[in-house]
T-cell receptor, first 114, second 110 residues
Framework: GAGVSQSPSNKVTEKGKDVELRCDPI?????LYWYRQSLGQGLEFLIY????????KSGLPSDRFSAERTGGSVSTLTIQRTQQEDSAVYLC????????????FGPGTRLTVL | EDQVTQSPEALRLQEGESSSLNCSYT??????LFWYRQDPGKGPEFLFT???AGEEKEKERLKATLTKKESFLHITAPKPEDSATYLC???????????FGAGTTVTVRA
């Protein structure tokens, strides 16, 4: 079946602009996770959703970052007033539920802030 | 704080030359240890989950093992297509996120 999809695959933006990154989880998966992978650093957890609810936002690096999920499916990660340090690959993962251990990743969105 | 350390950072192998990757972890209440494979420009691909010390899992030329402090990923008689970055991650009880190590980049030469 179809895996996790993310769009766009690449995004180049100018410092100070807002960007939206989209994640389409595997059909039927209620848990959705966002991670960030920067050069020289491992994957860093940002936020997770159970259904449309985000109980843990502690991983978001600043208040410029926000995420939402509607209809228990598609999620959008928004970064306002982008900075150069936001440049990274943003990865989305999903699983059947939060109690399910394995997480299945999408291909990622490579964000470059000039 | 949960810590996951992978070694070596990079591994260059000749085709057929078996080797092992290490993942050591310091966590309270391990719920699961995970191995992923990541190819350049792609997302991590799930390989294995290990839950308790002594457990082993195998898939083709890969075998993962777990002790109370570390996990090993053994690559037997590797082929060039096994070239990738291998990521180790842990999940602890009462938490939902995966905590990843920095990865080991494996290059297998024909």
């Amino acid at each position: 079946g179809a895996g996790v999809s993310q769009s766009p695959s690449n995004k180049v933006t100018e410092k100070g602009k807002d960007v939206e990154l989209r994640c389409d989880p595997i059909s039927g998966h209620t848990a959705l996770y966002w991670y960030r992978q920067s050069l020289g650093q491992g994957l860093e957890f940002l936020i997770y959703f159970q259904g449309n609810s985000a109980p843990d936002k502690s991983g978001l690096p600043s208040d410029r970052f926000s995420a939402e999920r509607t209809g228990g499916s598609v999620s959008t990660l928004t970064i306002q007033r982008t900075q150069q340090e936001d440049s990274a690959v943003y990865l989305c993962a999903s699983s059947p539920s939060v109690s399910y251990n394995e997480q299945f990743f999408g291909p990622g969105t490579r964000l470059t802030v000039l | 704080e949960d810590q996951v350390t992978q070694s070596p950072e990079a591994l260059r192998l000749q085709e057929g030359e078996s080797s092992s990757l290490n993942c050591s972890y310091t966590v309270s209440g391990l719920r699961g240890l995970f191995w992923y494979r990541q190819d350049p420009g792609k997302g991590p691909e799930f390989l294995f989950t290990l839950y308790s010390a002594g457990e082993e899992k195998e898939k083709e030329r890969l075998k993962a093992t777990l002790t109370k402090k570390e996990s090993f990923l053994h690559i037997t008689a590797p082929k060039p297509e096994d070239s990738a970055t291998y990521l180790c991650a842990v999940r602890v009880s009462n938490d939902y996120k995966l905590s990843f190590g920095a990865g080991t980049t494996v290059t297998v030469r024909a």
